[in-house]
């Protein structure tokens, strides 16, 4: 089956801690990962996707094909990081995306 | 200002009654997208459209449906026959169908039942 687990609900950090959103995803062909994120009061907006290889406001993502996985890091998290966080993959022969739960992530003064 | 714009921001529908939420892009994107959010759930999609006058079954598609006569439009009509309709409903384009494309969402439209 096609999936995209985000175990985490809710992570929360201090500010200048390290982050990591788990991301590990199900998909019998190649697929393309993303994350994308909703800060308050705003619209949900791709943060990053795999093909780019891109470091977007310090977080990178490696894709693990092994594990399957796609963590989303950054080394040092800010206040303005707080947001719910989706993980996301498109694959192959299909041109519809399969979105996980979401993880909200908590950046603590 | 480019983008995708939904109407309304707030929906009441009574029993038995079908109601439409719009969804206008200006981004000249040909992939529309109608995706519902619920608490604790994330994103599943209900219907997408690749080009005008077509369109697919998503995951969720039961008790609505769609519409795509113009390219810039994809309304969701939410029939009867959802027995769950209370939702946050998001519209979303891309610029192709390719299966790396980023996808642009709307504001989205909160329905709830009378």
């Known amino acids: 089956a096609q999936r995209v687990t985000q175990p985490e609900k809710l992570l929360s950090v201090f500010k200048g801690a390290p982050v990591e959103l788990k991301c590990n995803y199900s998909?019998?062909?190649?697929?393309?990962l993303f994350w994308y994120v909703q800060y308050s009061r705003q619209r949900l907006q791709l943060l990053l996707r795999h093909i780019s290889r891109e470091s977007i406001k310090g977080f990178t993502a490696d894709l693990n094909k092994g594990e399957t996985s796609f963590h989303l890091k950054k080394p040092f998290a800010q206040e303005e990081d707080s947001a719910m966080y989706y993980c996301?993959?498109?694959?192959?022969?299909?041109?519809?995306?399969?979105f996980g739960t979401g993880t909200r992530l908590k950046v603590l003064a | 200002d480019g983008g995708i714009t939904q109407s309304p921001k707030y929906l009441f529908r009574k029993e038995g009654q079908n109601v439409t939420l719009s969804c206008e892009q200006n981004?000249?994107?040909?992939?529309m997208y109608w995706y519902r959010q619920d608490p604790g759930q994330g994103l599943r999609l209900i219907y997408y459209s690749q080009i005008v006058n077509d369109f697919q079954k998503g995951d969720i598609a039961e008790g609505y449906s769609v519409s795509r006569e113009k390219k810039e439009s994809f309304p969701l009509t939410v029939t009867s026959a959802q027995k769950n309709p209370t939702a946050f409903y998001l519209c979303?384009?891309?610029?192709?169908?390719?299966?790396?494309?980023?996808?642009?969402f709307g504001s989205g439209t909160q329905l709830s039942v009378l």
């Open positions: 998909y019998s062909g190649s697929p393309e």
């Open positions: 979303a384009s891309s610029r192709t169908k390719g299966i790396n494309e980023k996808l642009f």
């Open positions: 981004l000249n994107h040909d992939a």
């Open positions: 996301a993959l498109s694959g192959s022969g299909t041109y519809k995306y399969i």
